[in-house]
């Protein structure tokens, strides 16, 4: 597959002179953060991360996704953390978008590149730091790791996404499929966190409606997606967040489309809140 550009956010200010055109929406369902809002008034610090700022674009909260977490982090040169997951029960994924860092992982280096994947087992001994003249962007998912009776917690990994196949829908022509960093059958992996891809004109042609809670981050492209009763259009760097069994299609647009996507996987329903 030839590379990509991923996207991330535009960060600055608007003009005063802007209108207020913008797509930002929330609603019981899902809610739409556009990369025209991802501006610097808006990010955070973390403890522990030096020279370095998040985007947090979707958190726990009862009544909506409860699952996870997802920033899209900025690390400036020098920049980095050694302490940088402070639960020792959260596992977690980091996807690089832009520039290039080193990731230690039990004392071993690994330098990732855009498109570069690091799977974090809850309890890891990891650290990040930016070691160039240029700032690195990814994006980094946490999820509170469910511990299952008699299956032992997988273990940390890093690839790229360049490296991997895509790994097409049937009955599509080779236009709908999926980049998998985990196999679907292992049930010691209870998040997915997957590239998904669209070629030009492609869709899904039917409302998934389903369990998996979803944070959906256009890399690359335009579409027009189905949101529970809405059908937006939506461009690379927005960020789509869908709680549970909110219906979902889309229609790709001119250009090939593609986005990050989490789930929830492999674990039994709770049945007390």
């Known amino acids: 597959m ?27 369902s899902y809610a ?35 699952t996870f977490s997802q920033y899209i982090m900025e690390v400036f040169p020098g920049g980095g953390s050694q302490r940088p997951e402070p639960d020792t029960e959260a596992e ?13 992982i039990d004392g071993k280096a690994h330098t990732l ?10 309890g890891s001994a990891w650290t990040f730091t930016n070691a160039s003249q240029a ?21 940390a ?9 895509i790994i097409w829908m049937p009955d599509t022509g080779n236009t ?9 059958a292992d049930v010691r992996h209870d998040m997915h966190v997957n590239i998904v891809t669209l070629e030009p004109g492609a869709v899904i042609p039917f409302e998934e409606t389903h369990v998996m809670e979803h944070g959906l981050y256009v890399l690359e492209g335009k579409a027009v997606y189905r949101l529970n009763r809405d059908w937006v259009e939506v461009e690379a760097g927005d960020f ?9 299609a889309c229609y790709a647009g001119p250009q090939r489309f593609r986005y990050l996507l989490y789930k929830d996987v492999n674990r039994h329903m709770k049945l007390t809140l």
């Open 2 to 28: 030839a590379p990509t550009t991923y996207a991330s956010p535009i960060a600055g200010l608007p003009s005063q002179a802007a209108l207020h055109t913008g797509r930002a929406v929330f609603t019981e």
């Open 32 to 66: 739409l953060i556009p990369h025209g809002v991802m501006r610097d008034i808006v990010t955070s610090y973390l403890p522990h991360w030096k020279d370095t700022r998040a985007w947090v674009i979707a958190r726990p909260m009862s009544g909506f996704s409860e």
């Open 92 to 104: 977690g994924v980091l996807f690089v978008v832009e520039g290039q860092a080193v990731v230690t």
């Open 113 to 122: 590149k855009p498109g570069g994947y690091a799977f974090l087992p809850p």
């Open 135 to 155: 700032p690195v962007r990814f994006h980094w998912i946490r999820k509170r790791y469910e511990v299952v009776d008699g299956i032992e917690i997988p273990a």
């Open 157 to 165: 990994f890093v690839a790229n996404e360049q490296d991997e196949p």
């Open 176 to 184: 709908w499929g999926t980049t998998r960093f985990v196999d679907p």
């Open 240 to 248: 789509m967040w869908l709680r549970a069994f909110c219906p979902q």
